[in-house]
């Protein structure tokens, strides 16, 4: 039984954790005023035939606040990376000097930005429903024990704190975000 127990918190808070994770990736992809090589991430580039994550054939960095540069290892790859970012579909217009492509981050708007907050809160609420829909699968699990009522209180209980410190972790996330975002 208290195998059971054990596996039921420790898959929950797994679970939970994972949200977490997952909100992390989620909002490295909304970008914040200035250029970060995380913007570029998703970027595919056609390597040889197979479809190759951007920075396994290139170098991607931020020389300043506005600018990313990618130097490629092979500079045939250039059209490539180039039709890569298009395909993409994340709003960059690249450019070339033949030995590098280099996108000119612009400036966010107001409005942009309140564009940014909307779809940063929308990926905090979905992180929260992960945790919140985690916490049900938990208080079901323990509901199937074999256990007294006073343990399965205590198990729900200790799963509902659990909640709250995932939550409050994932508002503390957001608003961190949102300040970056704000930040001009």
Same mark, same amino acid.
């Given at each position: 039984?208290?195998?059971?127990?054990?596996?039921?918190?420790?898959?929950?808070?797994?679970?939970?954790?994972?949200?977490?994770?997952?909100?992390?990736?989620?909002?490295?992809?909304?970008?914040?005023?200035?250029?970060?090589?995380?913007?570029?991430?998703?970027?595919?580039?056609?390597?040889?035939?197979?479809?190759?994550?951007? =920075?396994?054939?290139?170098?991607? =960095?931020?020389?300043?606040?506005?600018?990313?540069?990618?130097?490629?290892?092979?500079?045939?790859?250039?059209?490539?990376?180039?039709?890569?970012?298009?395909?993409?579909?994340?709003?960059?217009?690249?450019? @070339?000097?033949?030995?590098?492509?280099?996108? =000119?981050?612009?400036?966010?708007?107001?409005? &942009?930005? &309140?564009?940014?907050?909307?779809?940063?809160?929308?990926?905090?609420?979905?992180?929260?429903?992960?945790? &919140? @829909?985690?916490?049900? @699968?938990?208080? @079901?699990?323990?509901?199937?024990?074999?256990?007294?009522?006073?343990?399965?209180? =205590?198990?729900?209980?200790?799963?509902?704190?659990?909640?709250?410190?995932?939550?409050?972790?994932?508002?503390?996330?957001?608003?961190?975000?949102?300040?970056?975002?704000?930040?001009?």
């Amino acid at each position: 039984m208290e195998d059971e127990i054990d596996f039921i918190i420790d898959g929950t808070k797994e679970a939970m954790g994972n949200a977490l994770r997952h909100l992390e990736k989620e909002l490295i992809n909304i970008r914040a005023g200035k250029a970060s090589p995380a913007m570029v991430g998703s970027v595919m580039v056609d390597y040889y035939g197979s479809q190759t994550p951007l =920075s396994q054939v290139a170098n991607v =960095s931020t020389p300043d606040g506005m600018t990313i540069s990618i130097q490629p290892w092979e500079k045939g790859m250039i059209p490539e990376i180039e039709r890569g970012i298009h395909l993409a579909n994340i709003g960059f217009n690249p450019m @070339n000097n033949g030995e590098s492509v280099i996108i =000119s981050v612009p400036p966010l708007t107001e409005e &942009r930005r &309140r564009d940014l907050a909307k779809q940063a809160k929308a990926a905090a609420e979905e992180a929260k429903i992960g945790v &919140r @829909n985690d916490r049900k @699968n938990a208080n @079901n699990d323990v509901k199937g024990l074999e256990i007294s009522e006073d343990l399965k209180k =205590s198990l729900e209980e200790d799963i509902q704190e659990m909640t709250d410190q995932h939550i409050k972790k994932i508002d503390e996330i957001l608003a961190k975000k949102e300040k970056e975002i704000m930040t001009v």
